[in-house]
């Protein structure tokens, strides 16, 4: 399994999500970079959808949430690499400890696979798999890359480089006033919903990427899908561009050609599926409908699920769009 993203400025993840802790491993980050630590606070706070937060994806709301994510500290634990609050140069560990894992939940996985889930193709591949509510593929690990990519966006602020994402659609609903009362109705359904991010990328020098196999779309687009629950990746014109002639959109680059960066802003959206783990999934699971991961009419305890994880992807989007360009600078 390759838990390491980037080779310049890399990153490598640990931990299960009904583990003791997840936490990560940067190296290649500068010397003398005072890190943030409200930045990370408040990033942290962006992923777990916490009403408190003024750069909510959703101000205001926590609808459809889990309720694990609300009740999760994200206290972040520097072990190495720091001083001071300034970065050595040397490798950076940082811990997050798990304190509201609840493996009980899950007992029922030991001998029962998902719908939508990790929980079969782990077992296939590695023989063996952690049943605590999908253990590495669980959204849980993406707290830690919320915290290396804070580092890799402090680096590219030097720079003048900014990275801004925002949750555009939900369901069929593009009004963003609207994505609450969306995301509230399929929760007392006991379903859930998927929905689109966007983001920009300001500042970034032209020349960036490389041609043939490291195209800056391809760069972003490998780091991008490899977020939980992620589907889909475009940019520029995207797949809208198929219903136009070339005469219509031959001067939209979405600021990147053949490759490689041409100055301008660039600009991508990407689809988030809706989760598959739903307390009416559950329902329908104890009733014997889902056949193949029927529970023998055993009751199960639901495990704490979002309505929509697209609200608390956008500062994920963040994080790994900024792993990547750092990579690539």
């Not at 937060?53 to 994200?74: F, M, W, Y």
């Not at 140069?89 to 009980?104: Q, S, V, W, Y």
């Not at 305890?301 to 792993?323: I, K, S, W, Y």
Request: charged share 25%; hydrophobic share 40%.
């Amino acid at each position: 399994m390759n838990n390491t993203f980037g080779d310049r400025f890399s990153f490598t993840s640990f931990g299960e999500s009904h583990g003791r802790a997840i936490g990560g491993v940067l190296d290649g980050v500068p010397a003398g970079i005072r890190i943030d630590l409200a930045l990370i606070r408040q990033e942290l706070d962006r992923r777990a959808g916490r009403k408190s937060n003024p750069a909510s994806s959703i101000k205001g709301s926590e609808e459809g949430v889990s309720s694990r994510a609300l009740r999760e500290p994200d206290e972040v634990e520097w072990l190495s690499g720091v001083i001071d609050g300034v970065t050595l140069g040397t490798p950076i560990a940082f811990l997050i400890r798990n304190k509201d894992a609840r493996p009980e939940d899950y007992e029922w996985l030991k001998t029962n696979y998902r719908v939508g889930h990790a929980d079969r193709v782990y077992e296939l591949k590695y023989g063996i798999r952690d049943w605590r509510g999908g253990g590495r593929a669980s959204a849980r690990e993406t707290a830690a890359r919320v915290v290396a990519g804070c580092l890799a966006k402090q680096e590219l602020s030097q720079r003048g480089i900014s990275i801004h994402a925002e949750l555009v659609q939900v369901g069929a609903e593009t009004d963003p006033a609207k994505f609450g009362e969306v995301i509230e109705a399929v929760r007392r359904e006991g379903d859930s919903i998927g929905g689109i991010v966007a983001c920009v990328i300001k500042g970034l020098p032209a020349g960036t990427g490389e041609p043939l196999f490291h195209k800056l779309q391809a760069e972003l687009a490998f780091a991008i899908m490899s977020i939980n629950a992620c589907k889909g990746f475009e940019y520029g014109t995207g797949f809208g561009g198929v219903t136009r002639k070339g005469s219509e959109i031959n001067h939209i680059s979405g600021g990147i050609a053949g490759g490689i960066s041409d100055g301008t802003d660039i600009t991508f959206r990407c689809v988030f599926k809706p989760a598959a783990s739903t307390p009416k999934a559950f329902r329908q699971m104890a009733n014997g409908e889902c056949v193949t991961e029927q529970t023998g009419g055993q009751p199960v305890r639901v495990g704490r699920h979002d309505a929509c994880v697209a609200t608390r992807a956008v500062p994920v989007v963040e994080a790994m769009t900024a792993l990547a360009l750092v990579n690539l600078l």
